[in-house]
């Protein structure tokens, strides 16, 4: 058995070992940050690990996407495969409960249960808590905003059996045109994203939660999406450095338990490792060890575990072929293995890259080790002992408690931003404003990305404040003719433009799509009837309305953040947000 406190690093790149990163070791630390184990913790490490065969410990590296609730399917795998962990997507919490229950009852390793709690217990719920996005949050521009976040994300979650979060999402937004950060982010502002992103944390880990650190080495610079291909954070050494860089060290030095690895590339950093590494060759940080072992474990001295991002998304499945990507993500540095496509095939290529030497058994051992000793840090042997892995059903009572929804709440009133409003148009009122033409903007894909009843609700509040609002129907053909101003000038008094556009993942564009012919629901007559727009997803819709004169961000499409729109726009409380991004999309013209 290797020395677990000694344990060298084996890098490879393009299936050739190209450099020893560190002619020294590198080292797993099981007493310092993030594992913090006592000595009956790193025995139980030790012993587990001796008694696993090769195929209990391939079988860790994977967590595995439930999509099928079969469970004689979902047993067979923990028989077969015996894998580290699981991730479900959010369905109603008593029956998340039950299957986590399920499975930890019929696993004799503690099993890690993630869920990507970026907003709230509704990542992992359907009837958790919605709180708000991270660029919400951000836009309060208070961090006890982001603490409540990882409060509510990490009591919500460990009521239904999640022990693992797949946030605080440390990306920076720099790119208004990146189809996937958008709101998922705490803004374009590094020291706003690591003040956002520790408080976040503090919350979570509050809760007994391992935070994961996302998207390694950093997301928002391009304009393209992991999803669809291998994205490219296109910064210099020295750029990185003084933003991503200082955003995983802070967070890293606070104690940040497993940080995800995405498939994105930074061509600067290596360059800089590997002098001389041809372009066709610098991979993805999910593949690239000067990345995941000589930048994140021995620069910024990160001890804990690495788990891949989804390897089915084409930013992986393009890098290389899969037979020899499965194994290299772990060789490259990665402890874990997230998601397949055939795990039965993606076991075998996993398996027969130990046997070719493709992934060293030391390599193996240390990610092993790693997975081991993140579930020993979360106490999972001892509630496991004591029948305590899962709570019982009363433990859902916390969901959409009284105290989180005020919380929520409160994080509305707080985050709503008025972006311009130069034709003084606001407040609204009845007596000047009664007769409302109400444009819905959405997904004309029918891809609605949790739209719910956002229209509905707006119209319903206005028209209990006493206004008269006309939904355009876009499905009504008379309509698509176009009207004279004098037309809407007599109808009406305002036109009002309530936007629910969403980054979705594999979507390349969060843009608005007029109607055709001649975009004729667009903002046509500016000049001459009072108009405004409320986004409630996306910030930056001024791209594509850039004379609008009165804008108004929302950041999440939830009830509340409609109520507490509908209330600024009436002057009934005073708007308060702070843009964490530029709304202006750095054009001269949306600022008019």
Known sequence: ??????????????????????PGRGMIDFYSKPFNLADDDIAWVEATHRKMSLEDKVGQLFCLLVTDENEAELDRILETVRPGGF???????IEVQKFHRRLQERSAIPLLFAANLERGGNGIATDGTEFGSPLQVAATDDEEQAYRLGLICGREGRAVGCNWSFGPVADIDYNFRNPITNIRTFGSSPERVLRMALAYMRGLQECGLAVTVKHWPGDGVDDRDQHLLPSVNTQSVDEWEKSFGAVFRGLIESGAA???????????????????????????ASLAPELTVSLLRERLGFNGLVV???????????????????????????????????????????LEGVRTGLLSHQRLDEAVLRILALKASLKLKRQQAEGKLVPPPSALSILRCEEHLRWARVCADQSVTLIKDTQKLLPLSPERHRRILMFDIADKSGNMAGRGDSARVFRG???QAGFTVSLFDHADPRNSKLKSPTFYSEKFDVILYLIYLKTVSFRSVVRINWGAPFAFDAPRYLSEIPTLAVSLNSPYHLQDMPRMKTFVNGYTGSDDVVAATVDKLLGRTAFSGVSPIDPFCGYWDTRF
């Open 258 to 284: 497993t940080i995800m690895a995405g498939h994105l590339l930074l061509p600067a950093y290596s360059r800089k490792l590997i002098p001389g590494i041809k372009d066709e060759d610098i991979l993805p």
């Open 1 to 22: 058995m290797p020395d677990l406190r000694n344990i060298e690093f084996e890098s490879l790149l393009a299936g050739k070992i190209v450099k020893k990163f560190n």
């Open 87 to 93: 991730m479900f997507r959010p369905r109603p919490a």
């Open 461 to 463: 509040l206005l028209e």
């Open 308 to 350: 891949t991002d989804a390897t089915p998304m084409l930013g992986f499945t393009q890098a290389m072929p899969r037979m020899q990507a499965v194994p290299r993500a772990i060789a490259a540095g990665c402890d874990m293995f997230l998601f397949s496509i055939d795990l039965q095939e993606d076991v075998r290529f996993m």
